[in-house]
């Protein structure tokens, strides 16, 4: 039978030992974690399974930390996938009737889900059964399927994409945001604890400044400095060990890249700051347009280094002054 799981990406094995596995150990997204725990409190008490639910926000956040968190605590298993990996009607069926009752399935990237795969989910939803088609043309009859009380875990970094009645048929949504500095401070030191690493406070700091305010990237920059430690120290990662790694990773004060640094560089010399179309931004960076979506864009206007305007991307006054370029003026505006 075909994999539909989703393949783990690299660097997983450690990111397994760094994710959090309670409540207790899941720092930040605190109003989120109050309101599941109602949630799975209030289905626990009930005895029934819990609703589906909808996590939505940028990549590295935690939707897939929240949801294996939520399966532990509801004593149910919880299967994997995406929305890219369910082609056909038979891909979801195998999915479905393979999930025992209470069983969560999680499907990442749920906005890419096609319509007809989309059809079929909707009563799966919400009555626990499947239409399968059997034959094709005048002679194609239905067949209902019934389908065990599962929940549906649904992730995407794009809502706006979910069509109205997918996105209905959750019975909550939540939005996790980006970490505050303390968040990020904690977690780090909780993950160098995890990879048994002694870290100065000042390090913590300059790592914290320069991960996108995302658990992911933190832990990411952690390991390379612990990396970098071993290998050009004692193995303790002082503030001069982290900010020499840094340098390594060609990562600035403000936690940009050298591909965040380029989409800039590029909107602002070759297009006078902009604005410019997404497509055109992509085809002059050689950049996927999902990546700058979901990769790049979020982070650059967090900082307020870009902006989305009606007529396109511009870059900020405070772009210009992040890559030493004088501002004169957008001629582009007059
Ligand atoms: N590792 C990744 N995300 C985390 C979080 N929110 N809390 C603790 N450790 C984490």
Redesign the pocket.
């Known amino acids: 039978m075909k994999n539909l799981s989703i393949p783990p990406p690299a660097d997983q094995g450690l990111d397994q030992t ?3 596995k309670t409540w207790q ?5 605190e109003k989120i974690k109050r309101n599941l725990r109602v949630i799975i409190d209030a289905s626990k008490k009930r005895g029934e399974p819990l609703e589906h639910l909808l996590f939505y926000g940028n990549s590295g956040l ?1 939707k897939t ?1 929240l949801s294996h968190i939520i399966a532990q605590e509801m004593g149910a298993s919880i299967k994997m996938t995406s929305g890219p990996a369910i082609e056909r009607a038979g891909d979801l069926a195998a999915i479905l009737t393979n999930l025992s009752d209470g069983d969560i399935l999680f499907i990442d990237e749920c906005h890419r889900l096609n319509k007809i795969i989309e059809e079929y989910l909707y009563p799966a939803m919400e009555d626990f059964k499947l239409n399968i088609i059997i034959g094709k043309g005048p002679m194609a009859s239905t067949m209902e399927l019934p389908l065990p009380h599962f929940t549906l875990i649904g992730a995407t970094t794009r809502v706006a994409m979910i069509s109205s009645p997918l996105r209905n048929r959750f019975g909550a949504t939540f939005q996790l945001s980006f ?1 505050g500095s303390e ?1 990020i401070e904690k ?1 780090i030191q ?2 160098a604890k995890i990879l048994n690493v002694e870290i100065e406070s000042d390090a913590v700091k300059l790592i914290s400044q320069r991960s996108r305010f995302t ?2 990237v933190a ?1 990411r920059l952690l390991k390379r400095a612990r990396d970098f430690a071993q290998v050009e120290g004692q193995g303790l990662i002082t503030e001069n060990m982290a900010k020499k790694a840094l340098e390594l990773l060609e990562i600035d004060e403000a936690g940009l890249e050298y591909g965040d640094r380029r989409i800039l560089e590029t909107l602002i010399t070759k297009f006078e700051g902009g604005p410019v179309g997404l497509q055109t931004l992509a085809a002059a960076t050689s950049e996927e347009q999902d990546a700058l979506l979901d990769v790049y864009e979020p982070y650059l206007m967090q900082l307020g280094f870009m902006e989305r305007t009606p007529k396109g991307r511009m870059a900020t006054k405070l772009a210009y002054a992040h890559l030493g370029i004088k501002y004169k003026g957008n001629q582009n505006l007059l």
Do not use: A, H
Request: aromatic fraction near 12%; charged fraction near 30%.
């Open positions: 760094l994710r959090p150990e899941y720092i930040g997204q935690g930390t970490y968040d977690i909780r993950s658990p992911r832990n």
